[in-house]
Structure formats: C-alpha cells, structure tokens
C-alpha cells in the first residue's frame, strides 16, 4: 500500500474580525479533530491570540505595511477592498515557504470568503482551496445576485433615502429592498466590488457554509445548483461541533453570578456584537426604554461602541441608577454561555450571524435592530421566516424599546416565539448530531479533503 502522510496539512485563512475569526477557529478544531494539522494564516488586525485549545496547531503571520488605523477608520468594506489588495503579493510568499517546508503535506487552503486574496494564491500554485462562508447561505444568494439587480434597477431605491425600500426584491422572498445586505458607510460601487470578489468561486473545489439545512434549505439548493456549480457543504453551527474559547476580548464571568440570582426567562441580553457603533442618543434612549418596560437586563456596552465615548462616562446620571436597579452592564461578556443561561428569556441584538446562531441554538427568541450587510437578512429570516424576532426598525426611542422589550418578554406574542425558538433550536441540535445534516455534510467535506 502507499505510504501516506498521517496527518494532511490544511492552511486556514480567517478575516480579521471576530464574528469571523471563531467560526474559523470552530472549524479549524473540528477538522484537527478528524485528522487534519491545520496552519492558521492570519493577518496583525484583531490578532487571534491562541489560547491551549490550539497548542498543536501552527499560527503564521501575513505580513503587510497597512497603518494599525486603517481598520476603524476605513471601516469594513474599503478596508477589506484594501487588505485583499495589500496581502496578495505577501501571501504568496508565507505559501511559498510553508509549501518549501512541508510541500507533501499540505493538501489545501480554506479561506474565508472575504479573504479572496487567498484562493487567487492557491490557483497559483494549483492547491486545492475552498471557500469558508461564515455569513449565511441566503446572504451568499444575495451577494451572488447584486449584480444583477443593480443592472435591472432594482437597487436604485438604495441610493435615494426617499425611495421604496419596503418593496419586495424579485425573486429573494421574503427579502425587501431594504434587507439587502449593504452599508450606510461604503458607497454602493465599492459594495459591488467587494461582492462580487467574495462570491468568485475562482479554483475553489467547494464551499462549506457555517449553516444548517434546517434553517436556509432553498438558499441552499439555489446555490448549489444554480449559483455555485460546485459542491456546498452546510455544516453548521460549528459553535455546537466543535466548542472552543474563540474571544479576541477578555470576558466579565461576574454576569453569570448575577444571572444565577434571576429568574426564569426573566433577564432580556442586549449586545450588539464586535463591531456596531450607536449614539449616545440612542444609548440613552435604549437605557431609559430599558428602565421603563420593568424588565431586568444585561447590557454588553463595548469600550468605543458609543460614538465619541471612551466608555459610558458621557451618559447622565441616571444611567447608573437605572443600571443598578435592574440592569448588569459589563465590557464584554461569555455571550454563549449567557444565552445557555435558563434565566435569559431574550436577546436584543444586531443579528450577527454567530449571535443569531448561538442564539437559536439556545431558543433563545430576539429584539432585532441589524445595523449592516447581512445582519439585515438575518433580521427579517428571523422576524419573518423562522418567526422567533420582532424587529426594530426606524428611529429608536424609549418608547418604541419598551414597547418592543415588553412584547417579548411579557406578552404572550413573546411566548409563542420562545416556543418556537425551543423548537428550531432541537433541530439545530438534531442537525449536529450523528446522522444529522450538518454532520453528514462535514463527513462528507472531510472525505473530498483527504482525497484531493
Ligand atoms: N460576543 C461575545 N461577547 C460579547 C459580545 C459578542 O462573546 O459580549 C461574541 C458572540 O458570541 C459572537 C461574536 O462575538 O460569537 C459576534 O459575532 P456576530 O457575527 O454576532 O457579530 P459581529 O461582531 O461580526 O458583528
């Protein structure tokens, strides 16, 4: 029999964000658990320090020259423009090395889909390599036809504010023009350029997305047989294959102990991820609308994410009070273990798709307020197709908080969603476990990887 290495060596490339940097992170655990070394190549923006769950694998740097301010200061999508840019010439060379190094050994590059730079190294040196979409599948569909529905005018309404946003997009039920996955910050040429690099299958053998067939089944099937042509593997969630400490962040466990004093359903988690940013007129409006629906909360309040704060120290007084009343504020929180938490009964989110996921995969229902690019999808699949969200929309004020805030957690139209999100998420589990659809896709990807 031929003498084949033990271990193949798969080259794992992450985005520099968190909300993309763990769900690589989970997938780079459970293929080395199947067998595989990996490589993590990752760039200096949010550097992922890696913690003793990742002492077996390799961390290699890709060197560039962008200024460390480049990445708030372009915000993601010219920044990303700018990085695929800047890595290109520098990735080839860190593959060029490791391929001198172990060149039998490596059997392929995993990129995520916003990191393209990568798959256009690979076909250099004719490696197998595979896209990572760690959005989600109806996301891809839409990246996929933006294109198309700018020549056919239907984005038009996208660069006028007074225009019909509410419309529905041909084709993309039960998506309105203005869950579009697009940005207030990038102009819409630039969102075209970087959407149409992202969804250039290029060389790559296949595709694996961190969802489950359960949650997005025709955005599946449209990929796999009219957008994509090659293989697409949905083999998520990963956070329920492969758990792993993946925070960029230090986390305040003090939550958890005051979450352990509350009651049953009682507490509603409001975060809004790595990167939103929010006014303080907004803060203070969330925190009043808050106070005033009666309901006990733990707000995650980034240092930064309040425009022109370092902190909260430009909100009144009052803000304190309130908090020290009903409300547990802290930096940064174990988001999974909080929603896991039987005294959270609701989450208020700006629908990430890793929140989203942990967030179902707990029946946890949510208060969706989507700030950008496919956290408007995942909104409106929450509020309108899996039926587990209420979305917030328009300008936000204590009463329209409250008022959202209540019927969640204490009107029955609340219930009837947790009920429905205990439902989703038994099946999320179901997908996950041996026999499931994920778990079968992930078997499936690995087979196809150990035999390129
Ligand atoms: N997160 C966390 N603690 C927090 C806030 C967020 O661990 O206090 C994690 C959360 O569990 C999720 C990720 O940060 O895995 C955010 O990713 P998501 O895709 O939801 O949003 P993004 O940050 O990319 O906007």
Not at 172 to 188: M, N, V, Y
Not at 278 to 286: F, G
Request: overall charge negative; aromatic content about 8%; proline content about 5%.
């Amino acid at each position: 029999m031929e003498d084949k290495p033990a271990r193949r060596r798969l080259v794992l490339v992450p985005a520099s964000a968190q909300g993309h940097i763990s769900p690589m992170m989970q997938l780079a655990k459970a293929l080395h658990l199947k067998g595989f070394s990996i490589t993590i190549a990752q760039t200096k923006f949010n550097y992922f320090n890696p913690s003793d769950d990742f002492t077996d694998f390799q961390f290699i740097t890709i060197p560039e020259s962008l200024p460390e301010s480049d990445f708030e200061n372009l915000r993601p999508v010219l920044f990303l423009l700018k990085l695929n840019k800047e890595c290109q010439a520098s990735f080839k060379d860190c593959l060029g090395q490791l391929l001198l190094q172990q060149s039998n050994e490596i059997s392929g590059v995993i990129y995520d889909e916003y990191m393209y730079f990568a798959g256009a190294v690979a076909k250099e040196f004719n490696l197998p390599n595979v896209i990572f979409s760690t959005t989600n599948a109806t996301a891809f569909v839409c990246r996929s036809v933006f294109e198309e529905l700018n020549a056919n005018n239907v984005l038009a309404p996208l660069k006028d504010s007074k225009g019909k946003q509410d419309e529905l997009v041909p084709g993309l039920h039960p998506l309105r023009i203005k869950d579009l996955p697009t940005s207030k910050i990038a102009s819409l040429d630039k969102i075209l350029e970087l959407y149409k690099n992202t969804v250039d299958k290029g060389t790559a053998s296949s595709v694996i997305i961190n969802t489950s067939s359960c949650l997005e089944s025709s955005s599946l099937s449209w990929l796999q047989q009219e957008g994509l042509d090659i293989p697409v593997y949905p083999i998520g969630p990963l956070h329920m294959v492969a758990s792993t400490s993946t925070s960029l962040f230090e986390e305040n466990k003090s939550c958890i102990e005051w979450l352990n004093k509350q009651k049953q359903d009682s507490v509603i988690f409001v975060s809004l991820g790595s990167l939103a940013l929010i006014d303080i007129n907004e803060a203070i409006e969330t925190a009043l609308g808050l106070d005033n629906s009666n309901q006990h909360f733990l707000w995650v309040i980034r240092p930064g994410s309040i425009r022109g704060s370092e902190w909260i120290e430009h909100l009144p007084e009052e803000f304190s009070k309130m908090v020290s009343g009903r409300g547990y504020v802290v930096k940064w929180a174990p988001q999974k273990e909080v929603l896991a938490h039987p005294a959270v009964g609701g989450f208020w989110s700006h629908c990430g798709w890793n929140s989203t996921l942990e967030s179902i995969g707990e029946g946890v229902p949510m208060i969706c307020r989507p700030f950008s690019a496919d956290q408007n999808v995942n909104a409106r699949y929450l509020e309108c197709v899996w039926r587990i969200g209420i979305q917030v929309e328009g300008e936000l004020d204590r009463g329209v908080v409250e008022r959202a805030v209540k019927r969640l957690m204490v009107e029955e139209e609340g219930d009837e969603m947790r009920k429905r999100a205990v439902s989703l998420k038994e099946k999320l589990r179901a997908s996950v476990r041996s026999g499931g659809s994920s778990h079968n896709s992930l078997e499936e990807f690995v087979h196809f990887m150990s035999t390129l």
